[in-house]
């Protein structure tokens, strides 16, 4: 044997043992993952047969960048997305209401599967036009409205959505419509329920990435400050327990760092956090599974630009479960309930419900028993969202919301998820944003 192959041979040994301890070293950091990221997929994929609620683009994007599939139940998720959310987004469309996130949502989604993007239109004024056409002028729209009013007309969060979804498909983007946003997040500009809004530079970082990636001329500087910038912001928006944000911000402020070229540890805090909350089932909600199981299988949206759909497979089986019948428990808790209204004025309401109720339903009984409160409810991704109470309406076209705070603090929840498990005061203030 010579002294070169002995040396390579040597080298590869090295390469096999670093390898070995790296995979003991992920395992003894939670054996378990494999298993829970696979629950995760299954619920995620049963969701899919929920026939209630509209279906969800952002659940399909998920289910198709994960490694496993199941292709039937997947194409049949993708037919009602083709049929039942197209028809929900032209119906909007034609109301001449905001359109820009679930559009942008849509056209990911559609790519995610390889579908022909061309091949699906929609009509305005009897015009038949390609999606990836209405997107481009959406963003003009919104474009000309920051210019003018200093905001968009959705958010800056539908904003990097609507950059993020073009630039997957392969559109050139209108060097003005980024430059707005990398203002914005020079500027500080993404906020949430007065605190910034680790979601928004989530998603912008992934939205500014993505044309980084695809500029084949000189550099631009101030999109190169922009993604530094969030990165910083994203890392500094850490808190002690791991989350970056809170726990429903960080699988995407993980996926947004994956996407900028970090190293996110599978045993770090962030992905612990992330697994820790999985397994308390604070990811009951769908929506909530699809922006943070990418994170977890250290997948980002911005996979969707060279996605392939070829030789996948096709092993993820749905596993009859257990109907566990809950009761709730004969404990009544009771909740105060405070409304107050955009002139300032204050009413103030009690009941009482079976601890473990959600709010959506201590509202309800609330409704029932006493005739001077009301409440109606929009559905949005994420569920009801609360938007007319004791007949004021908290409209996004005067950026305004009704904000729901528990003994003071701001829900992370919407009103279907938060479940009232102590007595406390719930206050609904109509808040401008
Ligand atoms: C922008 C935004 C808002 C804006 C929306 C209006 C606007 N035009 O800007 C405002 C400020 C009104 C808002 C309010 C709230 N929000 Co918000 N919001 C977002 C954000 C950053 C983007 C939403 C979006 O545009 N999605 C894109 C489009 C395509 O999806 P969509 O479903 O059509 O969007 C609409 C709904 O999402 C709805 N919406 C916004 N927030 C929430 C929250 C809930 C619970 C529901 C049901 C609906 C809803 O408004 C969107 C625009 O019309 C998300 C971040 C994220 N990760 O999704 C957080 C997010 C959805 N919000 C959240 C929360 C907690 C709230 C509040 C409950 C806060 C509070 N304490 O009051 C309230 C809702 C109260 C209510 N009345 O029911 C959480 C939800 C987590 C969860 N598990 O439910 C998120 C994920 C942020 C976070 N990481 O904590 N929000």
Redesign the pocket.
């Known amino acids: 044997m010579t002294i070169k192959m002995m040396m390579m041979m040597m080298m590869m040994m090295m390469c096999i043992t670093a390898v070995l301890f790296d995979l003991t070293a992920a395992d003894t950091c939670d054996s378990d993952r494999h298993a829970l990221l696979l629950r995760l997929n299954q619920d995620l994929l049963r969701s899919t047969g929920n026939q209630e609620s509209l279906p969800n683009p952002s659940i399909h994007i998920a289910l198709r960048l994960s490694p496993q599939h199941n292709l039937v139940k997947e194409t049949q998720y993708l037919n009602q997305l083709k049929t039942k959310f197209h028809k929900d987004i032209q119906s909007t469309l034609d109301k001449r209401q905001p359109v820009l ?2 559009l ?2 849509y056209v990911m989604a559609l790519k995610a599967s390889c579908h022909d993007l061309s091949s699906v239109s929609l009509l305005t004024d009897e015009k038949s036009e390609p999606l990836l056409t209405h997107l481009k002028k959406q963003m003009e729209v919104e474009k000309d409205h920051i210019a003018f009013a200093h905001r968009p007309l ?2 800056y ?2 904003y990097s ?1 609507g950059i993020l979804a073009l630039c997957v498909s392969g559109v050139r983007v209108n060097p003005h419509v980024s430059h707005k946003l990398t203002h914005a997040a020079l500027h500080n500009q993404f906020k ?2 007065d605190t910034v ?4 530079l989530a998603m912008a970082g992934m939205a500014l990435q993505c044309l980084k990636e695809g500029e084949t001329q000189v550099k631009n500087k101030d999109l190169e400050k922009a993604l530094t910038t969030i990165k910083q912001k994203l890392l500094e928006s850490q808190r002690a327990d791991g989350h970056l ?2 726990e ?2 960080t699988g ?1 402020a993980v996926q947004a760092l994956l996407a900028m070229g970090n190293n996110v540890d599978e045993c770090g805090t962030s992905m612990t956090a992330l697994r820790s909350d999985a397994r308390k089932g604070s990811y009951h ?1 769908a929506m ?1 599974i699809s ?1 943070t199981l990418p994170a977890l299988q250290q997948r980002s949206y911005l996979h969707l630009k060279n996605k392939e759909c070829l030789n996948e497979s096709d092993s993820l089986v749905l596993e009859p479960v257990k109907v566990v019948l809950s009761t709730l428990p004969d404990i009544h808790v009771q909740v105060n309930v405070e409304v107050v209204k955009a002139d300032g004025s204050s009413s103030n309401f009690q009941v009482n419900v079976p601890s473990g109720s959600s709010l959506f339903e201590s509202l309800t009984l609330l409704q029932r028993q006493q005739t001077d409160f009301k409440f109606e409810k929009e559905d ?8 007319v109470v004791n007949g004021e309406q ?1 409209r ?1 076209s005067d950026r305004r ?5 528990s003994d003071g603090k ?8 938060y479940k009232i498990e102590a007595a406390q005061k719930i206050t609904i203030k109509n808040t401008a ?1």
């Open positions: 996130g679930r942008a949502l959705t958010n969060y539908q959505l949430h329920d809004s680790v979601d928004t944000g809170n429903f911000s995407l909600n909530a922006q949005s991704l994420w569920g009801p969202f609360l938007s908290a996004q919301y009704w904000h729901i705070a701001g829900l992370s929840q919407g009103i279907k998820d944003y």
